[in-house]
């Protein structure tokens, strides 16, 4: 079998205050897939997503991106590996102009400025944002901020995309044509969600992390059709999607 | 909901001064101000000149004068104290109407107000005619340190990301029929101020995080360098040039 993009081996992690977050998380996430990330609030999915690109250390375990070892002399490497769509895009979005903005990483990694150029435009063009290029990001609307947050991420040109909850606070519109923008998205993607319809649409494979480990990992529909799994790990579908099974058409 | 349009202090225009670059127009106001600094207040027909030249400048930027006018609304604080000099000044007195004025306070007031006026029209029209981020990039092309650059970077980015959230912080405060009225109600304002600093403080860390994650490492890329011409140059330097002019002619004639 290859290796794995995602390698993470008894990750267990406790805040500097003495809350322990993390007990022991296995999770292996292989080239191409498109895993959802459930969990109830609190169960330590951010927590185990700032642990994917070195912001966190475990205190225990191991993290690898293909077969790289998260450490200080390859921070860079590692966080040019894994992209982190964060979940508020005022947090992603600093820069005074979109090109600014998605130059940021690209720049970073020590590119040429036509290399950078070249980046900018793809990925701004892979979320349909290349019009608005040197627009200032806090001139866009919500979905289109978001969008722009994915194409800074895009343009490191990662292994792996991290969502944090892609279809919060997006408006019905938006939070299609996210999902339609990541679905034609050739990349390994970890996606962090309560939004469990947007997880069927988009990850053909589920993980539930919850009280720190993880507690289930499947097929995301066989997941999502197990009602008791589901409560006992406070995940529910939202009103109307409970029954699985489709209804005879009259 | 979605972001404010705008700033308050840029006009969008294509002027000639509109297209000259940031740190071309910065350099030169900088110079401008200097010589007005350093132009004796008892030279009173230099800051006449000078004011011609800024209405001059002003006139080419299409930016409406009454937009001008009202923006000019931050001076005031400055224009009560320079009012006040001539009753508190020590010193001999002279007579002005029902009035007896201190002559140094007098002086003060006009240095100040004429100093003042030019230094705000002056700025004024730097600001109306270049982007904010253009002025971020210009200080950045000046060779400003980075901290100070950065600072100013995010400064531009979050001043309104921050207010929004005062806004949204005092709407919720007034739903729920809070009225501002007297003092024993500071408690509260101070209360919502305390609660955006510790917003904004937290924002600012998962701000450094978003950085991190994207390779930071201390410098702010800017993929647009301003780029000018030796024309661009000329063209601007000649307002500071014409004022060392009008300072010269004075001061020797």
Same mark, same amino acid.
């Given at each position: 079998?290859?290796?794995?993009? +995602?390698?993470? &081996?008894?990750?267990?992690?406790?805040?500097?205050?003495?809350?322990?977050?993390?007990?022991?998380?296995?999770?292996?996430?292989?080239?191409?897939?498109?895993?959802?990330?459930?969990?109830?609030?609190?169960?330590?999915?951010?927590?185990?997503?700032?642990?994917?690109?070195?912001?966190?250390?475990?205190?225990?375990?191991?993290?690898?991106?293909?077969?790289?070892?998260?450490?200080?002399?390859?921070?860079?490497?590692?966080? &040019?590996?894994?992209?982190?769509?964060?979940?508020? @895009?005022?947090?992603? !979005?600093?820069? @005074?102009?979109?090109?600014?903005?998605?130059?940021?990483?690209?720049?970073?990694?020590?590119?040429?400025?036509?290399?950078?150029?070249?980046?900018?435009?793809?990925? +701004?063009?892979?979320?349909?944002?290349?019009?608005?290029?040197? &627009?200032? @990001?806090?001139?866009?609307?919500?979905?289109?901020?978001? &969008?722009?947050?994915?194409?800074?991420? !895009?343009?490191?040109?990662?292994?792996?995309?991290?969502?944090?909850?892609?279809?919060?606070?997006?408006?019905?519109?938006?939070?299609?044509? !996210?999902?339609?923008? !990541?679905?034609?998205?050739?990349?390994?993607?970890?996606?962090?969600?309560?939004?469990?319809?947007?997880?069927?649409?988009?990850?053909?494979?589920?993980?539930? +992390?919850?009280?720190?480990?993880?507690?289930?990992?499947?097929?995301?529909?066989?997941?999502?059709?197990?009602?008791?799994?589901?409560?006992?790990?406070?995940?529910?579908?939202?009103?109307?999607?409970?029954?699985?099974?489709?209804?005879?058409?009259? | 909901?979605?972001?404010?349009?705008?700033?308050?202090?840029?006009?969008?225009?294509?002027?000639? %001064?509109?297209?000259?670059?940031?740190?071309?127009?910065?350099?030169?106001?900088?110079?401008?101000?200097? %010589?007005? /600094?350093?132009?004796? #207040?008892?030279?009173?027909?230099?800051?006449?000149?000078?004011?011609?030249?800024?209405?001059?400048?002003?006139?080419?930027?299409?930016?409406?004068?009454?937009?001008?006018?009202?923006?000019?609304?931050?001076?005031?604080?400055?224009?009560?104290?320079? *009012?006040?000099?001539?009753?508190?000044?020590?010193?001999?007195?002279?007579?002005?109407?029902?009035?007896? *004025?201190?002559?140094?306070?007098?002086?003060?007031?006009?240095?100040?107000?004429?100093?003042?006026?030019?230094?705000?029209?002056?700025?004024? %029209?730097?600001?109306?005619?270049?982007?904010?981020?253009?002025?971020?990039?210009?200080?950045?092309?000046?060779?400003?340190?980075?901290?100070?650059?950065?600072?100013?970077?995010?400064?531009?980015?979050?001043?309104?990301?921050?207010?929004?959230?005062?806004?949204?912080?005092?709407?919720?405060?007034?739903?729920?029929?809070?009225?501002?009225?007297?003092? #024993?109600?500071w408690r509260v304002l101070a209360g919502t101020l305390g609660a955006l600093f510790i917003?904004?403080?937290?924002?600012?860390?998962?701000?450094?995080?978003?950085?991190?994650?994207?390779?930071?490492?201390?410098?702010?890329?800017?993929?647009?360098?301003?780029?000018?011409?030796?024309?661009?140059?000329?063209?601007?330097?000649?307002?500071? /040039?014409?004022?060392?002019?009008?300072?010269?002619?004075?001061?020797?004639?």
């Open positions: 079998m290859s290796t794995p993009v +995602l390698d993470l &081996r008894g990750v267990a992690y406790a805040y500097p205050d003495g809350h322990q977050a993390l007990f022991g998380v296995n999770l292996h996430v292989h080239r191409g897939e498109r895993v959802a990330l459930l969990g109830p609030n609190g169960a330590g999915k951010t927590t185990l997503v700032l642990h994917l690109n070195g912001i966190l250390r475990a205190g225990a375990g191991t993290v690898a991106v293909s077969g790289l070892s998260v450490a200080d002399d390859n921070l860079l490497e590692i966080r &040019r590996r894994v992209g982190i769509v964060f979940q508020d @895009p005022d947090d992603q !979005l600093f820069m @005074p102009s979109v090109r600014d903005d998605v130059g940021f990483g690209p720049a970073n990694l020590g590119l040429d400025a036509a290399e950078i150029d070249r980046r900018v435009e793809e990925s +701004l063009r892979a979320v349909g944002m290349l019009e608005h290029i040197d &627009r200032p @990001p806090h001139h866009l609307s919500f979905g289109q901020r978001r &969008r722009v947050a994915v194409a800074t991420v !895009l343009a490191m040109e990662p292994e792996i995309l991290v969502l944090d909850e892609p279809s919060s606070n997006l408006d019905p519109a938006s939070r299609r044509e !996210l999902a339609e923008i !990541l679905d034609a998205l050739p990349v390994t993607v970890l996606m962090v969600t309560h939004d469990l319809p947007y997880a069927l649409q988009l990850c053909e494979r589920s993980v539930i +992390l919850s009280g720190g480990v993880i507690a289930a990992d499947g097929p995301t529909a066989a997941i999502l059709g197990d009602a008791d799994l589901l409560a006992a790990h406070r995940l529910e579908l939202p009103f109307g999607f409970d029954r699985v099974a489709p209804r005879p058409s009259p | 909901m979605g972001a404010g349009h705008g700033h308050s202090l840029h006009f969008h225009g294509h002027s000639p %001064i509109h297209r000259l670059p940031a740190h071309v127009k910065l350099t030169t106001l900088v110079l401008f101000v200097l %010589i007005v /600094v350093a132009t004796p #207040r008892t030279a009173v027909p230099a800051f006449g000149a000078y004011v011609a030249l800024l209405l001059a400048v002003a006139a080419f930027t299409t930016v409406p004068w009454t937009s001008l006018a009202r923006r000019m609304v931050v001076e005031v604080p400055f224009v009560v104290f320079a *009012l006040l000099m001539p009753f508190v000044a020590e010193g001999p007195r002279v007579r002005v109407g029902p009035l007896h *004025l201190a002559e140094a306070g007098l002086w003060g007031a006009w240095g100040l107000l004429a100093k003042g006026t030019l230094g705000v029209l002056a700025s004024l %029209i730097f600001g109306t005619t270049t982007e904010p981020r253009d002025i971020v990039r210009a200080l950045e092309k000046l060779r400003l340190p980075q901290p100070i650059v950065q600072i100013a970077s995010f400064m531009f980015r979050y001043l309104e990301v921050v207010t929004g959230e005062l806004r949204r912080m005092k709407i919720a405060r007034d739903s729920r029929g809070f009225q501002a009225r007297s003092i #024993r109600q917003r904004s403080y937290e924002r600012g860390e998962r701000v450094h995080l978003a950085m991190l994650s994207r390779g930071y490492a201390g410098r702010l890329p800017f993929a647009r360098q301003l780029t000018a011409t030796w024309g661009d140059w000329g063209r601007a330097l000649t307002l500071p /040039v014409a004022g060392i002019g009008i300072l010269a002619a004075v001061m020797f004639a």
